[in-house]
């Protein structure tokens, strides 16, 4: 099979202030971070770089309300999907 899945670990999950999101195999260049709720609405979208194999970023997350989202990395025109609960 096909192995150009990324592994994605967000953690802490549930997360209230901020969620730290690790990104194994999305490959380098510019990587789209959005968090999408329960309504399919693109709630937070930022533009970050992937420099290598592993992809590492920070996202502010007190501003939103609690429940779940998905979470849509997309990078080398694939996109992986991982999903984290906020309270």
Do not use: C, W
Not at 3 to 17: L, W
Not at 38 to 55: C, Q
Not at 68 to 75: A, R
């Amino acid at each position: 099979g096909e192995h150009n899945q990324a592994t994605v670990e967000v953690y802490p999950n549930p997360a209230k202030d901020q969620v730290r999101i690790k990104a194994i195999g999305l490959g380098e260049g510019e990587v789209t971070v959005r968090f999408i709720d329960i309504l399919g609405r693109v709630v937070v979208e930022m533009k970050k770089t992937s420099s290598g194999a592993t992809f590492s970023t920070s996202i502010d997350t007190f501003s939103l309300p609690s429940g779940l989202y998905d979470i849509q990395l997309n990078g080398s025109g694939k996109t992986h999907n991982s999903r984290v609960l906020i309270f």
